[in-house]
């Protein structure tokens, strides 16, 4: 395993979106690691290169630009996953006073990193390929 493993953003690109605390930057450094290898495991299933892509002389700036903001976005879901006191980590909620029934269903309960299929439509892993073979 390397020792510097290749991060496409730091703690201070999520600050420059949402404030953390001091224990959340901990927590944010160990998940912008495993969310960048994350991103380069499942690249590499859809038979691309997310480092080749970057230092791509055309596009890549833009591409670098891309992976970080969706690195970003992965790791801040994940913090507001673990900040159980705030409320925007319920998706839906429901009460009922008269036999005491409470109801939550939480947005991320594991706390886990994930892509969603349109950060990986933004980085052009999942894009549909469309071929046809002639069978004469």
Do not use: F, W
Request: charged share 15%.
């Amino acid at each position: 395993m390397p020792d510097t493993p290749n991060n496409y953003c730091t703690v201070a690109d999520i600050q420059a979106i949402k404030p953390l605390t001091a224990s959340q930057r901990e927590q944010a450094e160990v998940l912008i690691t495993q969310a960048s290898a994350q991103l380069r495991t499942i690249a590499r299933g859809y038979g691309k290169d997310i480092d080749a892509m970057i230092a791509d002389p055309i596009s890549g700036a833009d591409y670098a630009l891309t992976v970080k903001s969706v690195v970003v976005n992965t790791v801040i879901r994940a913090l507001d996953s673990v900040a159980s006191e705030q409320s925007q980590t319920i998706s839906s909620a429901s009460e009922t006073l008269g036999p005491y029934s409470y109801t939550y269903h939480y947005l991320n309960a594991g706390a886990a990193l994930y892509y969603t299929n349109n950060d990986l439509k933004l980085l052009q892993l999942n894009n549909q390929v469309y071929g046809a073979l002639e069978l004469y």
